[in-house]
């Protein structure tokens, strides 16, 4: 005797119908909220809505560079003094250097640490011009506004990578460099997002990545990650790195970064860098292994390497005090 289908699974094709209609109705619901969770998501942040929770604020400026408004703090002794620029990693703003800021001004420095296009309480323009190129440009140009021929650039992270490619496309902007940690080639991405880079650059990445640039888990996931000492994960800190990414533009800015990431050339052609350079890495640093600190040192034939134990990717916020006293020793020693 030979069955039909029907006969076999009368049952089973009833449920499999109304099961089906089961999960479109839930996958209906999720697009619905999802939908509404992207339209609820505010465009970008206002500094007068924040100006209440943000160290030195006093110092705040904004100005229009190549049509771009930027958000730095500024503060001197003497503006005649010698400039510091202070240039924050990826996905980070001005708030990472707010323990380094009053001990180098205190030292006679004109320190300069502006929040990068796309990120703090920068403009995030929907150019598409968020290779580290374009970052360069930005701050050369924002030394032209600011009268300033000539700094020290220290930069952690991305922020050393964008002081890497000052020294090698603007040496004459350059006296000194100070690398934390600095990103330097394309590694970090197959590195930390193997798992994810063909979703950000699918073309649902730019539904798909906000949900994990702007969520809380996912921040707290990293931040765990990048410090050695978590007890220094107060909330005030968490919700300083939170507040921006929970913003459409800066999560469109961070997804821009990504996808023009390219930085192998600073790999290839940092050997011609010739200025005195102090390279500083934590020991315990997440993001980018130490070894790639000693890879920068052997290129770079007047550098210092220095690695600081008991810290992670951001020396900076881990260990201010011995971060600004190697930065401070060095320039000493630069300019005796």
């Known amino acids: 005797m030979i069955l039909t289908k029907?006969?076999?699974?009368?049952?089973?094709?009833?449920?499999?119908?109304?099961?089906?209609?089961?999960?479109?109705?839930?996958?209906?619901?999720?697009?619905?909220?999802?939908?509404?969770?992207?339209?609820?998501?505010?465009?970008?942040?206002?500094?007068?809505?924040?100006?209440?929770?943000?160290?030195?604020?006093?110092t705040s400026n904004f100005r229009v560079v190549d049509g771009t408004r930027i958000h730095y703090q500024e503060q001197f002794i003497d503006r005649s003094s010698e400039v510091v620029i202070l240039l924050h990693?990826?996905?980070?703003?001005?708030?990472?250097?707010?323990?380094?800021?009053?001990?180098?001004?205190?030292?006679?420095?004109?320190?300069?640490?502006?929040?990068?296009?796309?990120?703090?309480?920068?403009?995030?323009?929907l150019d598409k011009r968020y290779n580290i190129k374009d970052q360069v440009n930005i701050i050369i140009r924002l030394m032209d506004s600011l009268g300033i021929k000539q700094a020290t650039f220290v930069g952690n992270s991305y922020g050393g990578a964008i002081?890497?490619?000052?020294?090698?496309?603007?040496?004459?902007?350059?006296?000194?460099?100070?690398?934390?940690?600095?990103?330097?080639?394309?590694?970090?991405?197959?590195?930390?997002?193997?798992?994810?880079?063909?979703i950000i650059n699918s073309g649902g990445g730019d539904l798909l990545v906000p949900l994990f640039l702007g969520s809380p888990n996912v921040l707290r996931y990293y931040m765990n990650k990048m410090f050695y000492d978590k007890s220094l994960l107060t909330l005030d800190r968490y919700h300083a790195y939170l507040r921006p990414l929970t913003t459409a533009n800066c999560q469109m800015a961070a997804i821009?970064?990504?996808?023009?990431?390219?930085?192998?050339?600073?790999?290839?052609?940092?050997?011609?860098?010739?200025?005195?350079?102090?390279?500083?890495?934590?020991?315990?640093?997440?993001?980018?292994?130490?070894e790639w600190g000693a890879e920068i040192h052997f290129a770079i034939a007047k550098s210092e390497f220095i690695v600081i134990p008991n810290c992670g990717h951001l020396p900076q916020e881990e260990l201010p005090h011995d971060t600004c006293k190697l930065i401070l020793d060095f320039c000493s020693q630069v300019n005796s």
């Not at 029907?6 to 939908?35: C, D, E, H, W």
């Not at 002081?163 to 991405?189: D, F, G, Q, T, Y």
């Open 6 to 58: 029907r006969q076999i699974f009368p049952q089973n094709l009833k449920q499999l119908t109304r099961y089906s209609g089961i999960v479109a109705a839930a996958m209906g619901v999720a697009a619905v909220g999802f939908t509404a969770q992207h339209m609820r998501r505010p465009r970008d942040l206002r500094w007068l809505d924040h100006v209440h929770v943000l160290p030195h604020p006093t």
């Open 89 to 125: 990693g990826f996905c980070s703003s001005t708030y990472t250097w707010k323990d380094c800021f009053t001990p180098l001004v205190e030292a006679g420095y004109r320190v300069i640490a502006p929040d990068l296009k796309g990120f703090g309480f920068s403009e995030k323009p």
């Open 256 to 290: 821009t970064t990504i996808r023009q990431w390219q930085l192998e050339w600073i790999a290839e052609e940092m050997s011609s860098i010739d200025f005195p350079t102090l390279i500083i890495w934590g020991e315990q640093d997440w993001a980018l292994p130490v």
């Open 163 to 198: 002081s890497m490619a000052c020294a090698l496309r603007h040496p004459e902007r350059v006296k000194k460099l100070v690398l934390l940690a600095p990103a330097h080639n394309n590694a970090i991405l197959s590195k930390r997002l193997k798992n994810s880079q063909w």
